[in-house]
């Protein structure tokens, strides 16, 4: 089947690979986000610097893992080891999920 313009024949625009792509990719984002918020423990150590140490279940590590990773994903220019990558990782995480909820208030 082709497509013109990107759109394929007879396919809804939401309906459509990339966008379905994108649709579980949120999905996968904001469940990553969701397993690790549930064992969350926040301590503030200065005024506007938090400390904090969560915990993810065997079976929720998987995709949390594969979203922090991917997002985390190594460019070449990039020279730091993969746990300092999953700490920016994981702000990227939580701004792609703060930006899914307030386009669907919106």
Do not use: Y
């Not at 990107?6 to 649709?23: F, N, Q, S």
């Not at 400390?51 to 079976?59: H, N, S, Y």
């Not at 991917?70 to 999920?97: F, K, Q, S, Y």
């Amino acid at each position: 089947m082709s497509s013109v313009g990107g759109v394929l024949p007879g396919i809804a625009p939401e309906r459509e690979p990339a966008a379905l792509a994108m649709r579980i990719g949120l999905v996968a984002a904001e469940a990553a986000l969701a397993s690790f918020a549930r064992n969350l423990d926040l301590d503030e150590v200065e005024a506007g610097c938090v400390d904090f140490q969560g915990a993810i279940g065997p079976a929720e590590w998987p995709v949390f893992s594969l979203v922090l990773d991917t997002l985390a994903g190594a460019d070449p220019r990039d020279d730091r080891p993969l746990d300092e990558r999953r700490v920016d990782a994981l702000n990227d995480l939580a701004r792609i999920c703060l930006a899914a909820k307030r386009a669907r208030a919106a």
